[in-house]
């Protein structure tokens, strides 16, 4: 695994953003297979080079090779990134872990925790495939799926306990338009990916309440103060949540019209029902889910997390959005501080 091009490297995924990570792994390594659960999906990779369900319009190259097949999508490949739901990792990593070749590394591209477990993506790999916990990653930064298999450039983290590992997986998988960055800080990195789905949809309901840009930005700026509280709690970095997989990525997502979290949260704004929603496309909003997590992390670790709260009771119990959002602004006044201890 080196800056080469020798690396050989899977993706286990075939949504928008696996789809989009084979295809720029492809454009420097060549041949990559794609692990695809729908055999529709698949067949139609092959057939037209394109993933009209999840990245409709956007070319595939002829390197990304799709299979339903772990085996065959795994063999010999010495990094394999997963890029499935979070609700699905676990299964997923416990299939594909008898055709991982020795001594293969994991990566996460996964945005999310576990709902029952509470756990964090390289968790549940290392418990799916424990042969492998101590060669696990995470890939975190703001990266719409659509613009980076467009070629456009964008930046990420890679983050892994094993600081020569991180730098072994940044060479393989950096390339000329996509600047992958080293770290150590696992924890700080995925709760930044996973956290800022929760507040996308916050800020999306408040631009569908049309309630203008200086709401946004508040609820921007309190929702960092708020999941770098959690990830402090939890052991993470704070100097993490100032940059790609922090401030950048809840950036991106929060204001970005790709974002799945926004516009879901833009849709509850306008009287949408939750339901109706999530029917109505084949696209994950991983914030749905994510926020029952974090309101589990908040509640057992004893971090305040009001705009977590709101949001969850506007998902899981009916709350109008507009009386939440209220809520918020009607709490007891608060001194800003910017140190994130508990």
């Known amino acids: ?154 930046g990420a983290v890679l983050a892994s306990s094993d600081p020569e590992l991180a730098v072994r997986l940044q060479e393989a998988l950096s390339g000329k338009r996509f600047r992958v960055y080293a770290g150590t800080d696992v924890t700080g990195v995925e709760l930044g990916g996973a956290l800022k789905n929760v507040m996308a949809i916050a800020v999306g309901i408040c631009d569908g309440l049309g309630l203008g840009h200086n709401a946004r930005a508040a609820l921007i700026t309190r929702g960092l103060a708020e999941l770098a509280r959690l990830g402090v709690a939890l052991g993470a970095d704070p100097l993490t949540f100032q940059g790609l997989a922090g401030v950048g990525d809840l950036v991106l997502t929060c204001t970005g019209d790709l974002s799945r979290n926004r516009t879901l949260g833009l849709r509850l704004g306008k009287g949408e029902n939750l339901a109706d929603i999530t029917a109505s496309t084949p696209m994950v909003a991983e914030g749905v889910k994510t926020t029952r997590s974090a309101r589990g992390l908040s509640r057992r670790e004893g971090v305040e997390m009001p705009i977590t709260e709101e949001i969850y009771e506007v998902l899981y119990n009916s709350k109008d959005a507009m009386q939440a959002l209220k809520a918020l602004m009607s709490r007891s006044p608060k001194k800003e501080s910017l140190e994130y201890s508990v």
């Open 1 to 154: 695994m080196t800056g080469s091009g020798t690396a050989r490297i899977a993706v286990v995924g075939g949504g928008s953003w696996g789809t989009a990570f084979a295809a720029l792994q492809a454009n420097r390594h060549g041949e990559i297979p794609l692990w695809v659960r729908e055999e529709e999906v698949c067949s139609e990779i092959r057939e037209s080079r394109e993933n009209r369900l999840f990245l409709p319009g956007i070319p595939v190259p002829g390197g990304v090779r799709p299979t339903t097949s772990l085996e065959e999508a795994l063999a010999g490949r010495t990094i394999v990134a997963f890029a499935v739901p979070s609700h699905h990792l676990r299964s997923v990593a416990a299939a594909a872990a008898p055709f991982l070749a020795p001594g293969a590394s994991l990566v996460s591209l996964a945005k999310g925790l576990e709902n029952e477990s509470l756990l964090r993506m390289t968790e549940v790999l290392a418990q799916a495939a424990p042969a492998y916990s101590a060669r696990t990653a995470v890939l975190s930064g703001p990266t719409f799926a659509r613009e980076v298999a467009a070629g456009k450039p964008a």
